[in-house]
């Protein structure tokens, strides 16, 4: 199996110079960015993103005028940005202190959950209905491991809205991201790359059974955000990639990349109310497949999602799908 490199095409502002097309392939892992800028005045700025992997610049020439000279400088930040990013990172550590304070809150009234549970009942002068103060004390123990289990949901719900929003300053107001100046020796055009970490493409497949002994799978290609221009993708992390790897263009998200009539060896439809199966098939691609989203379908009928956790060459994948939630 072959799979195909990602090529994205955005505009980017870039000034002093005037930007023409931009490609971006994504990995499993990271992306390759590569753009051909013009210098009208023989001086152009590239931005570079937060999530650029520093040493990965490079330019040549896109005509006959030589590169003079380049500089890689952290880029200037927004004020506003940079103001906004410092309330984020103070949010970030108070909720993290919230949940190291919910941690030792739960252990103590785990523990006292559990010691009222185990008393024996005594009945004493002060104590006349031992089982009445064992029950509201297990009570009131479990009541406040429930205010902790919600005050830690609440707190690591906010932790994810805080990193998102740290995610997407980083990219809308330049924190943490660098500029690449280029110098060339007059009026022209420059062709440069570089490389992102952290944002890729993912797997989704598509697995159907007919009850002939095989299963048909299909690779989709799973992009981040919203695309709106030419695509192409490899399953391949950033580190792997060979220069001579090859890309296959893809007009929209989860449109198929590959293909596959893979032997089932074993299959056990649910004994439920509700469809469901139980299949093992073994991966004769002759390479990996990568781990991923999917869903599955039995004759035709959809069963459900799945999880794929990938499989090498030559090995025997157990998929589940139907089975019910509890």
Do not use: H
Not at 34 to 46: D, F, I, M
Not at 89 to 99: A, I, K, S, V, Y
Not at 196 to 213: C, I, S
């Amino acid at each position: 199996m072959r799979f195909l490199i990602v090529a994205v095409m955005l505009f980017v502002v870039v000034s002093p110079a005037v930007a023409a097309s931009k490609n971006v392939t994504y990995f499993l892992d990271g992306t390759r960015v590569e753009g051909v800028a013009s210098a009208p005045k023989g001086y152009l700025e590239l931005p570079l993103p937060g999530n650029y992997i520093p040493g990965s610049f490079r330019v040549r020439p896109a005509g006959s005028v030589p590169v003079a000279r380049v500089d890689v400088v952290p880029a200037r930040p927004d004020s506003k940005a940079e103001k906004e990013m410092k309330d984020l990172m103070e949010r970030r550590r108070t909720l993290e202190d919230r949940l190291k304070a919910l941690d030792v809150r739960q252990e103590i009234f785990k523990a006292a959950a559990k010691s009222q549970s185990s008393k024996a009942p005594r009945k004493t002068k002060n104590n006349p209905q031992p089982l009445d103060t064992i029950r509201k004390g297990t009570d009131y123990a479990v009541t406040q491991l429930e205010e902790v289990y919600r005050g830690r949901r609440r707190a690591e719900e906010g932790l994810k809205t805080v990193d998102a929003r740290i995610e997407a300053l980083k990219k809308e107001g330049g924190i943490g991201g660098s500029v690449a100046r280029v110098w060339l020796s007059g009026k022209g055009s420059a062709s440069y790359s570089f490389l992102t970490t952290g944002t890729g493409w993912t797997p989704f497949y598509d697995f159907r059974l007919r009850g002939n002994g095989m299963v048909e799978v299909t690779v989709k290609a799973q992009l981040p955000g919203v695309q709106r221009d030419k695509v192409s993708v490899v399953a391949q992390n950033v580190v792997d990639a060979t220069p001579d790897v090859q890309a296959v263009s893809v007009s929209s998200n989860l449109a198929p990349v590959a293909r596959f009539s893979l032997p089932v060896e074993r299959e056990e439809p649910f004994r439920a109310p509700q469809s469901g199966v139980s299949f093992a098939f073994r991966n004769t691609t002759g390479e990996r497949l990568m781990a991923g989203g999917g869903a599955c379908y039995l004759n035709g009928e959809y069963l459900g999602a799945v999880r794929f956790e990938g499989s090498s060459s030559g090995e025997l994948k157990d998929v589940v799908a139907g089975r019910l939630q509890e």
